[in-house]
Nanobody
Framework: QVQLVESGGGLVQPGGSLRLSCTAS????????MGWFRQAPGKEREFVAA????????IYADSVKDRFTISRDNAKNTVALQMNSLKPEDTAVYYC??????????????????WGAGTLVTVSS
């Protein structure tokens, strides 16, 4: 079991940027792929981005591609989500996630083993 703690959420204006961070309680190097999901008010949780065990491969939802960048620092057991050109429709609670699998459908379906409690991102003027 991995404990995940997110930080960095807040209020930002449309077109602005925000960086989310997630710290894992154990050594994730080579053991866990990491990623982010989000859940907007009244909607189901959806996949945002994921990164493989060593940071060599990434996948993104079409809605955030070219605006968001996921990265990881295995020395610090952290994963980050840099969000640029934010839109009001990006408003959601963002959840950090960890799973031993990276390839396959698990990240797209949300069948992930470990979750953080979430951090709220609000994009509004």
């Amino acid at each position: 079991q991995v404990q995940l703690v997110e930080s960095g959420g807040g209020l930002v204006q449309p077109g602005g940027s925000l960086r989310l961070s997630c710290t894992a309680s154990i050594d994730i190097t080579g053991n866990y792929a990491m990623g982010w999901f989000r859940q907007a008010p009244g909607k189901e949780r959806e996949f945002v981005a994921a990164i493989d065990w060593y940071g060599g491969s990434t996948i993104y939802a079409d809605s955030v591609k070219d605006r968001f960048t996921i990265s990881r620092d295995n020395a610090k057991n952290t994963v980050a989500l840099q969000m640029n050109s934010l839109k009001p429709e990006d408003t959601a609670v963002y959840y950090c996630a960890a799973d031993q699998a990276f390839y396959g459908s698990r990240w797209y379906t949300g069948d992930i083993r470990n979750w953080g409690a979430g951090t709220l991102v609000t994009v509004s003027s």
